[in-house]
């Protein structure tokens, strides 16, 4: 629908001429015939009979009137709400983010968010890293917050919010826990649990070990690494955990040289979709320029 013509129309109904609509849109009376004659067309009606020098409204005319005039008013209101949503944030935001995450950092930010915006209407939901990756490169949610995988996808934006350290840890009366300068090799032989070997904390553990040609002896998998932390405090074997996890429960394994296993936490977006204000807000707060 042709607002211009629309516009135009309810002009002539009101000054009740072609010259007075051009005077009052400033534009040529020929403008106002052929936007006229547009509409006619566009419905297949005559909205006005020539009478001398003059013209009538028809009846077609006197039915459109009201539609037209509700239509120019709910343009003008969705225009005004579509101009509000891209300026203040407002509306609903989904975000993802992994569990461990959304239990250990993520309430901070997203508290301070809530506040500053309350018409925003947050909804989290929480996933693997790995899937809240995908859903970001679907445009499923607007921003994730993630593990960052060991190699970054060309299509996404990534956004290093934290690093969080993996350590070598056991329970406190495993074997492990008694045992000094313990190397890769010796570790590869004791009961390993880890998360799944496509999940991006484990392709850091695991490309650790193939730098030895080694690889663990995993027992167990589970993804959710407070999981992880229980099993391995109770002395079903040994893991690779973030500081953040570390209790009384477990201890470090004196390792016999230092390894830097390093996983960044972070946020991940897709460039190629339209920020909302709303997104664009979180990321202000989180100092990520865009």
């Not at 969080?164 to 570790?187: C, E, I, N, R």
């Not at 663990?216 to 099993?231: D, G, H, K, Q, V």
């Not at 570390?246 to 390093?262: P, T, W």
Request: glycine share 4%; with cysteine.
């Amino acid at each position: 629908m042709n607002t211009v013509n629309l516009t135009t129309f309810a002009m002539v109904m009101q000054t009740g001429s072609i010259s007075g609509a051009a005077e009052k849109l400033f534009i040529t009376q020929p403008a106002v015939s052929k936007r006229i004659k547009n509409l006619e067309s566009e419905f297949g009606v005559t909205l006005f009979d020539t009478v001398g020098r003059g013209i009538i409204a028809t009846p077609a005319a006197h039915e459109l009137l009201p539609y037209a005039k509700k239509w120019l008013d709910d343009y003008e209101s969705c225009r005004a709400s579509l101009q509000y949503s891209k300026e203040i944030a407002s509306g609903k935001l989904v975000i993802g983010t992994s569990h461990h995450i959304g239990l250990h950092h993520l309430a901070p930010v997203l508290k301070r968010f809530i506040q500053a915006y309350p018409a925003v209407q947050l909804e989290v939901q929480f996933m693997d890293s790995e899937e809240a990756h995908k859903a970001v490169l679907d445009g499923d949610v607007s921003l994730a917050f993630l593990t960052l995988p060991p190699t970054y996808d060309l299509r996404l934006e990534y956004h290093t919010l934290w690093s969080d350290p993996l350590y070598f840890m056991t329970g406190t009366l495993s074997s492990l826990a008694q045992k000094s300068d313990v190397t890769l090799l010796q570790l590869a032989h004791h009961p390993a649990i880890l998360p799944a070997a496509n999940t991006f904390t484990s392709q850091i553990t695991l490309a650790e070990f193939n730098r030895h040609n080694l690889r663990p002896y995993a027992t167990m998998t589970t993804n959710p690494l407070e999981s992880i932390r229980m099993l391995v405090s109770i002395g079903l074997g040994w893991s690779v955990l973030p500081e953040t996890l570390i209790n009384q429960d477990l201890v470090k394994i004196d390792m016999a040289e230092d390894y830097e296993l390093q996983r960044h936490l972070g946020v991940v977006i897709n460039p190629s979709l339209t920020l909302s204000a709303s997104t664009q807000a979180l990321m202000d707060m989180l100092s990520i320029a865009k």
